[in-house]
């Protein structure tokens, strides 16, 4: 099971940070994944951790976003700096048994619920 937090509403600028707590497994078995999905659109990938902490970014996440796991708290986190309108969506952690990363969201077997952020002008 994966329950994200930490979303709401900020300004454009800000930061914010998201978090996604894992039961039910070997959390450090686990690939981590962040996707978002804005209203109207399909699910965006963000970015992805492998067990063993390599990690990679989609382009618009790039020196902005940045992900990062504590296997000690089974949790995955998502800090997200210089907040810009465009960035709203839900933001959903996923989690995938194996040793890489991975970008795809049919490679992930869990989900979260998702977390609302919502960055107004």
């Known amino acids: 099971q994966l329950v994200e937090s930490g979303g709401g509403l900020v300004r454009s600028g800000d930061s914010r940070r998201l978090s996604c707590v894992a039961s039910g497994g070997p959390f450090s078995d686990y690939a981590m994944g962040w996707f978002r999905q804005a209203p109207g659109k399909e699910h965006e990938f963000v970015a992805a951790?492998?067990?063993?902490?390599?990690?990679y970014y989609e382009n618009f996440a790039k020196g902005r976003f940045t992900v990062s796991r504590d296997n000690a708290k089974n949790t995955v986190y998502l800090q997200m700096n210089s907040l810009k309108p465009e960035d709203t969506a839900v933001y959903y952690c996923a989690a995938k048994y194996g040793n890489f990363y991975y970008v795809r969201r049919n490679d992930y077997n869990y989900w979260g619920q998702g977390t609302q952020v919502t960055v107004s002008s």
């Open positions: 951790i492998s067990r063993i902490g390599v990690i």
